[in-house]
């Protein structure tokens, strides 16, 4: 699932969910994103409620983090339904979300 969008000075929040099947092996998961003015957060929530990953990007600097997961067998932490959030805050730039499951 891919994630994106570029902003021209908006504030939103909004809130979305996706699946991680229980027979999944390796998650990974991207965040990039720049900021002229304003700011833009992205976080990733567990099915369990626990923040997983929260960044907040502004004018500083660009953003490019990324993670992959080997999930081992018996951990089950990581199944179920996600929950990621967009908050911007008069934003003038742009973010990418990428969520790869294998």
Known sequence: MTLSKNYNGQSIDKQG???VEDKITKLKLSIE???????ISVS?????GIIYKSLT????ADI???ESLNIKEG???Y????KYRIKTKLADG?????????
Do not use: C
């Open 44 to 48: 990733l929530v567990l099915p369990d």
């Open 64 to 66: 490019q983090w990324s």
């Open 75 to 77: 951990e089950t932490k």
């Open 57 to 60: 990007m502004d004018d500083s």
């Open 17 to 19: 969910t996706f699946e």
């Open 79 to 82: 199944f179920g339904t996600w």
């Open 94 to 102: 742009s973010y990418h979300l990428s969520i790869n499951t294998y």
């Open 33 to 39: 994103g720049h900021v002229n003015s304003g700011s």
